[in-house]
């Protein structure tokens, strides 16, 4: 209660969920950088989404925000580029 947030975040694609990064313990500003990489299957016309959870050991997972990104803004001739999204919610 009142401890910094344990954040890590859900890539969905098309409701499902792909992928979830390692918890980063006690981080207001977590970097997931190397050896996090996952394989993504997507269509150009896809959308993914990225939700930010704060986890919890007692209780449920708390929602820190959302982000709903089309492929065709981060893929761009079969290479993924880094962007900057805000969450909503």
């Known amino acids: 209660f009142g401890d910094v947030s344990d954040p890590y975040v859900v890539v969905a694609l098309g ?43 007692v209780f449920r997972h708390q929602s820190l925000g959302f982000a709903e990104v089309p492929v065709g803004h981060v893929l761009f001739d079969g290479v993924w580029r880094r962007r900057r999204v805000r ?3």
């Not at 990489?37 to 704060?54: K, P």
């Open 15 to 57: 409701g499902v969920e792909k992928h979830r990064t390692p918890v980063i313990k006690n981080n207001l500003n977590p970097q997931w950088t190397s050896g996090h990489e996952f394989r993504l299957e997507v269509e150009g016309s896809a959308t993914i989404r990225l939700e930010a959870f704060n986890w919890n050991k």
């Open 87 to 89: 969450l909503e919610g």
